[in-house]
């Protein structure tokens, strides 16, 4: 069992920047595959980005390329989102994900994802 903690939303203005956090419990935060998701009032819930194990690989949405940035510090047992240069369409809460199934590909579909977080709302004003 992993329990996730997401930290580090909040409010910024267009063009700011923020960077979230999630921090997992037990000693098998390496093993896991981890993902950011986000969901906007009204709207379905989208991968924005997600990275393997041992950081080997890493995939992001169209929307995000460029200014969202994923890394991990598994002797800290954390996840990161660094977001640059926001939009207001970035609106949303947000989710970490963790994937238990050993995978060389970060998957983009929230079911395969075992372990999700209570979320952390970012509100990005124009």
């Known amino acids: 069992q992993v329990q996730l903690v997401e930290s580090g939303g909040g409010l910024v203005q267009a063009g700011g920047s923020l960077r979230l956090s999630c921090a997992a419990s037990?000693?098998?935060?390496?093993?896991?595959?981890m993902g950011w998701f986000r969901q906007a009032p009204g709207k379905e819930r989208e991968f924005v980005a997600g990275i393997t194990r041992s950081a080997g690989s890493t995939a992001y949405v169209d929307a995000v390329k460029g200014r969202f940035t994923i890394s991990r510090d598994d002797a800290k047992n954390t996840v990161y989102l660094q977001m640059n240069s926001l939009k207001p369409e970035d609106t949303a809460v947000y989710y970490c994900a963790a994937d238990r199934n050993p995978t060389t590909v970060v998957f983009t579909s929230g079911p395969l994802y075992d372990y999700w977080g209570q979320g952390t709302q970012v509100t990005v004003s124009s």
């Open positions: 037990g000693r098998t935060f390496s093993n896991y595959a």
